[in-house]
């Protein structure tokens, strides 16, 4: 049984920051990739940020280009996201998952998934 497990969301000012955390326990392929995806209310789930097994590959949304690192403690199992220069328009449910595919930024491509974090966004 697969695991994921966010943590680190809450309310932030905008201009502010925060850092995600995602802990992975539980058997799981090697080589997995591991994205970060967000929903606001009444939005469809949208692709963040994604990273290789290794760390050595990341890809980002346009929209949190610049603002957003993903990175990851293979060690530790987790994968974080921190977030600067926060937006109100990045106020959503923050969810981590991990996938078996290369280069997926689709929903549908992840197999397992966390409960989500919400991040608030003042303006």
């Known amino acids: 049984q697969v695991q994921l497990v966010e943590s680190g969301g809450g309310l932030v000012q905008a201009g502010g920051s925060l850092r995600l955390s995602c802990a992975v326990s539980g058997r799981i392929f090697s080589n997995y990739a591991m994205g970060w995806f967000r929903q606001a209310p009444g939005k469809e789930r949208e692709f963040v940020a994604r990273i290789s097994w290794s760390g050595d590959n990341t890809f980002y949304a346009d929209s949190v280009k610049g603002r957003f690192t993903i990175s990851k403690d293979n060690a530790k199992s987790t994968v974080y996201l921190q977030m600067n220069s926060l937006k109100p328009e990045d106020t959503a449910v923050y969810y981590c998952?991990?996938?078996?595919?290369?280069?997926?930024?689709?929903?549908?491509?992840?197999?397992?998934w966390g409960q989500g974090t919400q991040v608030t966004v003042s303006s």
């Open positions: 998952a991990t996938t078996k595919l290369a280069y997926m930024m689709s929903a549908g491509g992840y197999d397992y």
